[in-house]
């Protein structure tokens, strides 16, 4: 079976914009597939902006295929600036439609960057608890 790359989806595997550490995140979550063995790890960082909190710096680092790195980077782009509530919201629809075509079999790709970045806001709410 051949995997169909769109021209986005290689875009973001090639050249993600939002890839690496970040050494003073607000929070970081990380999840992982057992089937596939993807892993992935997001960062977040947080400011305040009145009673919201809107991220406002994202990075990631994913173990997986061209899709995982690519809707890592693209969770990452379409969350950035964005009120945590607002960017929970975000799921395979949203990346589908700035990345174009996602195979079935990669949809749980886009899954796993969900999962990430909401134990990356858990984390972040935990830490405000200290």
Do not use: W
Not at 61 to 75: K, L, R, V
Not at 100 to 125: E, M, R, T
């Amino acid at each position: 079976m051949q995997q169909y790359y769109s021209k986005k989806v290689m875009d973001h595997f090639l050249h993600p914009r939002n890839l690496g550490k970040m050494k003073d995140a607000s929070g970081v979550g990380d999840t992982q597939n057992m089937r596939c063995g993807d892993v992935m790890k997001m960062y977040i960082k947080i400011k305040k902006a009145g009673k919201k909190d809107i991220i406002e710096n994202v990075k990631f680092e994913t173990f997986g295929c061209g899709h995982a790195i690519a809707i890592s980077d693209m969770m990452c782009e379409l969350i950035k600036g964005k009120a945590i509530e607002k960017a929970l919201k975000i799921g395979y629809e949203d990346i589908t439609k700035e990345l174009g075509f996602i195979p079935p079999a990669k949809v749980h790709c886009s899954y796993l960057a969900k999962s990430a970045l909401k134990a990356a806001i858990d984390d972040y709410k935990a830490r405000l608890k200290i």
